[in-house]
C-alpha cells in the first residue's frame, strides 16, 4: 500500500489544523510506503521548518520519500532538501533505490523537476531531471515505481518501460468537472489529471493535498491517495486506488 501526498504548498499561511488532518489521514491509511511527490514548501526554503513541525514524525515500513517540485526549487533547493533529509525522508533527485515487500523486491525511482533548468533564481542543475540517469541502476525486467513532480516527464518514462508513475504540480488548475475529465489545468497540460495509461504504462497526478495561491478548489478536492498494488495474472500488478480526504 502507497500513500501519496504532493502539493502541500507549506508556508506561515498554511492552517495548522489542515495540516493535522493530512497528517492523520495518512497514519490512519497505514501506508506500506509514503512518498511525497513535490512541492513541499510554497515560497521559501525556511518554510520547510513549518513542514516539518507536522510531518516528522510520519513513518511507513519501507520508508518515506520525496522528489523536488518547483517551488521547493525555487525556495532555493539546496536549503529544502537538507532540510527534508533532516527529518528522516529519503529525497531521491534522478535515481533509484531497490525495496522489497514481502520477498518482492522493486524498484522506486525519484527525477529531478524541469525547473531545475531555470527559474527566478536561475537554473540549479543540480535538481534538473535527467531520466536516463534516473533508471540507469534498474534492471530492464523489473517492476519500476517513478516519482516525477512534472507529469510532463511522464512520455520519456513510459518510453523506457516504467510501469508507475506517481505525479502532481497540475493541481487540475483548482477547478475541474471530473464527469468529462475537464479541468482548467487541461487548457495547458497534456496530461493534466487523474489516470492515463500508454502500453503497461500508468500515469497517476494527485490533485494536490492542498491549494495554490487562491484558496479555492472546485471539483478538484485535495486529495491523500492511497495506491495498492496487487499480484495480477501476469508479472505486472494490477494498480487499485482510493482517496483519504483531508
Excluded: C
Excluded at 514524525?57 to 521547493?72: E, I, K, Q, T, Y
Excluded at 507529469?151 to 513510459?158: E, M, N, Q, V, Y
Amino acid at each position: 500500500r502507497i500513500v501519496q501526498v504532493s502539493d502541500l504548498h507549506v508556508g506561515p499561511h498554511t492552517s495548522r489544523r489542515f495540516l493535522a488532518r493530512v497528517a492523520k489521514a495518512v497514519r490512519a491509511a497505514a501506508p506500506d510506503l509514503l512518498v511525497i511527490t513535490g512541492d513541499q514548501v510554497d515560497d521559501y526554503a525556511e518554510d520547510v521548518a513549518y513542514f516539518a513541525a507536522t510531518f516528522a514524525s510520519l513513518r511507513a515500513p519501507l520508508g518515506v520519500f520525496a522528489v523536488a517540485g518547483n517551488h521547493d526549487v525555487y525556495a532555493g533547493w539546496a536549503e529544502v532538501h537538507r532540510g527534508m533529509r533532516g527529518m528522516g525522508i529519503r529525497v531521491l533527485v534522478n535515481e533509484a533505490v531497490q525495496l522489497s515487500h514481502h520477498g518482492v523486491p522493486f524498484w522506486l525511482g525519484g527525477t529531478g523537476d524541469p525547473a531545475g533548468l531555470g527559474g527566478p533564481l536561475g537554473p540549479d542543475r543540480s535538481v534538473a531531471p535527467d531520466i536516463p540517469r534516473t533508471l540507469s541502476s534498474i534492471p530492464a525486467d523489473a517492476f519500476a515505481i517513478v516519482l516525477a513532480h512534472n507529469p510532463a516527464l511522464w512520455p520519456s518514462l513510459a518510453q523506457r518501460g516504467v510501469h508507475l508513475t506517481l505525479s502532481g504540480h497540475t493541481h487540475y488548475g483548482q477547478l475541474s468537472i471530473p464527469r468529462i475529465g475537464w479541468s482548467l489545468a487541461s487548457l495547458f497540460l497534456e496530461h493534466a489529471m487523474d489516470w492515463h495509461a500508454r502500453g503497461q504504462s500508468l500515469l497517476y497526478i494527485n490533485p494536490g493535498t492542498n491549494y495554490w495561491g487562491l484558496p479555492l478548489r472546485l471539483g478538484a478536492l485535495p486529495e491523500v491517495t492511497i495506491i495498492t498494488l496487487a499480484r495480477g495474472d501476469g508479472e505486472v500488478p494490477e494498480i487499485r486506488t482510493a482517496a483519504a480526504r483531508a
